[in-house]
């Protein structure tokens, strides 16, 4: 079973950018895909980013995309969400997440993710 420990979150202005970590421990870390997701205060989860195992292909929210980049370095267990030209909008707790791919593969579809993170919170200022 893999542990995620997410990091990075903070206040930033409008404009500005953060970039988040995403550290997996006690799994194959190269053999799950991960996905990115947020959830504002009032509103229910939505999907980030997601990148499969070899981090080849990528997949984003249109909300998302131009602005935020989702990256993997398997040789460090990490995934990591490189956020710019952030928005006020953008405010959530931000969840990393791994895939066991046993239900098959659907990056958006966080009921398919089998281990999460904490979180970590993201502020944007206006």
Excluded: H
Aim: aromatic share 12%.
């Amino acid at each position: 079973q893999v542990q995620l420990v997410e990091s990075g979150g903070g206040l930033v202005p409008a404009g500005g950018s953060l970039r988040l970590s995403c550290a997996a421990s006690g799994g194959a870390f190269s053999s799950y895909p991960m996905g990115w997701f947020r959830q504002a205060p009032g509103k229910e989860r939505e999907f980030v980013a997601a990148i499969t195992r070899s981090g080849v292909s990528k997949y984003y929210a249109d909300s998302v995309k131009g602005r935020l980049t989702i990256s993997r370095d398997n040789a460090k267990n990490t995934v990591y969400l490189q956020m710019n030209s952030l928005k006020p909008e953008d405010t959530a707790v931000y969840y990393c997440a791994a895939m066991d791919l046993r239900g098959g593969y659907y990056p958006s579809n966080d009921e398919k993710y089998d281990y999460w993170g904490q979180g970590t919170q993201v502020t944007v200022s206006s």
